[in-house]
């Protein structure tokens, strides 16, 4: 099993952890297109949630789940959120899809963040350019900053209205890249997510 089945059984999964009454953080992407329905099919009645994109949000309220907008300072819940890879020790690297700021923003807070996969997204190590948001005053400034840097081509703006672009890095050491590109200016966020954000992955795989 793997692929689009191994993303629907972590999915699933991760739909029977929202129980009624909570927040839930909803991410961005392939694997969580497959969890939206999944919950929507459980029919609780007391569910709100915030979405991290606008493709998201518009699916989840196409299926009746109540999003609304992240702007109280109480924290989520759950979230649940795909990734592109995610290495042993739980580093992650997110932002396939862009939205890796407001996915961190959501995950930090969040009680519980936890992470859909199917098997293609375990490795040995972080191999993947670090995508990042960048503001867009200054951005040839910024990108030079960064070293081997590139504009992601035909990515959007995100809903923020930052450029996407990816870095390529020597990733043996995330803690250490992640500290670099969050100190650079004109760095809105990357997307290296730390082991302390991730509660749990859930890796959907035969069985
Ligand atoms: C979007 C993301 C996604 O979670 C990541 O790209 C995984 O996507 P998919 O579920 O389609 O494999 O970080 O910014």
Request: glycine share 12%; aromatic share 2%.
């Amino acid at each position: 099993m793997s692929g689009d089945a191994g993303k629907r059984a972590a999915a699933e999964q991760a739909a029977l952890l929202v129980e009624d009454g909570m927040r839930v953080g909803l991410g961005t992407g392939s694997t969580v297109d497959l969890l939206l329905p999944v919950l929507a099919a459980r029919g609780l009645r007391d569910v709100r949630c915030v979405a991290t994109s606008d493709a998201t949000e518009r699916q989840a309220r196409e299926l009746g789940l109540p999003v609304e907008p992240f702007d109280a300072r109480d924290g989520l819940d759950l979230a649940v959120d795909g990734a592109d890879e995610v290495a042993p020790d739980r580093w992650l690297i997110k932002g396939g899809g862009g939205a890796h700021t407001r996915e961190k923003i959501v995950a930090a807070a969040a009680e519980r963040f936890v992470v859909i996969v199917d098997e293609s997204k375990l490795v040995d190590a972080l191999t993947w350019a670090v995508p990042v948001e960048l503001l867009p005053f200054g951005l040839p400034a910024t990108l030079a900053r960064l070293g081997d840097a590139t504009v992601r081509e035909g990515a959007p703006r995100s809903p923020d209205g930052g450029v996407i672009a990816d870095v390529r890095a020597s990733l043996a050491d995330p803690a250490a890249v992640a500290a670099r590109l969050a100190a650079t200016p004109g760095v809105v966020d990357h997307g290296l997510f730390a082991p302390e954000l991730v509660a749990d992955v859930i890796v959907g795989r035969p069985g």
